[in-house]
């Protein structure tokens, strides 16, 4: 007699109830980047459906995100004053801070808000850290992080994501948060975070290439998957919630042993480069985006992705693909 693995796949309905991954629009994190000024909703030429926005309309976008299901939102600033030593980047009233405060306010618990902690938009040689002898101190670095998160957590932000790289990172904003009774703020870490081509239109979004050299020295390299288990076993170690792989779609194979070893929630960023890619195929009708698109979900949850942060997010929900 023939075995016949076909015979499960003979109906929708079978294929449904077999399927061994699912999704859930729990799984998503919302990226937005949050720009000074009011009325502001500018669209990113790289990323199309992706805008900067001031405080006040992201306001209403995130309105309308919730309305749609997404309650999961992570925070870049763009376009502050930028400074050898990121001073702005930890100010009280940053936009970000701004940014936090008022979607708290206005939504309290039914949205969680997460914000990026890195210093490259803040630094007028955008590197992510304080430039000396043309290398980023390490040290240094963690003391502004550390200020940069706790000016986010006080002004509400339910978690905090450091994107920068730096050695110790993890332990020194835990540290801070504690020291201020921030003690449940989270701190999901972009653990292992590749020195990554696929990066390239979210700095233009968020005007954040560094001027003079690259991202190497801090950033993984991607040649390294051994080298992935030991920094996530760091921050592990420091205290991190959540850990992270970016990108994405190039790591699945990361994304995957993160997942065995470890027991924390592993999220995973599909970064601006991978949706550029997406789009721009599927703008000139060369893919079936709205397949394209899920199929590459179904591969992060696959991988064993338990959280995606993603700017296909609002797009899923709108049209109702999950
Ligand atoms: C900044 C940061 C970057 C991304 C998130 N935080 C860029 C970089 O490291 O150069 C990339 C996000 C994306 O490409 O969507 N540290
Ligand atoms: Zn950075």
Known sequence: MLIRPRRLRKSPILREMVAE?????????????????????HGIDAMPGVSHFSVDTLL????????LGINKVLLFGVGEEKTEDASSSYD????????????????SDDLYVITDVCTC?????????????????????????AKMALSHAQAGADMIAPSDMMDGRILGIREKLDQHNLENTAIMSYSIKFASAYYGPFREAADSAPGKGDRKAYQMDFRNPRETM???????YEGADI?????????????????????????????SGEYSMVKAAGAKGWID????IMENMYAFSR???????????REIMEKGWI
């Open 289 to 292: 985006e709205q397949k394209v």
């Open 303 to 313: 991988a064993g992705a338990n959280i995606i942060i993603t700017y296909h997010a």
């Open 121 to 145: 938009a803040y630094t007028t040689h955008g590197h992510c850290g304080i430039l000396e002898h043309d290398y980023v101190q390490n040290d240094k670095t963690v003391d502004v992080l």
């Open 60 to 67: 209403k976008d995130v309105e309308k995100s919730l309305s």
């Open 21 to 41: 991954t699912r999704l859930s629009k729990d799984m998503f994190i919302y990226p937005y980047f949050v720009v000074p000024g009011k009325n502001v909703v």
């Open 243 to 271: 850990l992270m792989v970016k990108p994405a779609l190039a790591y699945l194979d990361v994304i995957k042993s993160l997942r065995e070893s470890t027991d924390l929630p592993v999220a995973c960023y599909n970064v």
């Open 92 to 107: 009280k009233h940053s936009v970000v801070a701004n940014a936090v405060r008022v979607l708290k306010r206005e939504f």
């Open 230 to 236: 030991r920094e996530s076993a760091l921050d592990e």
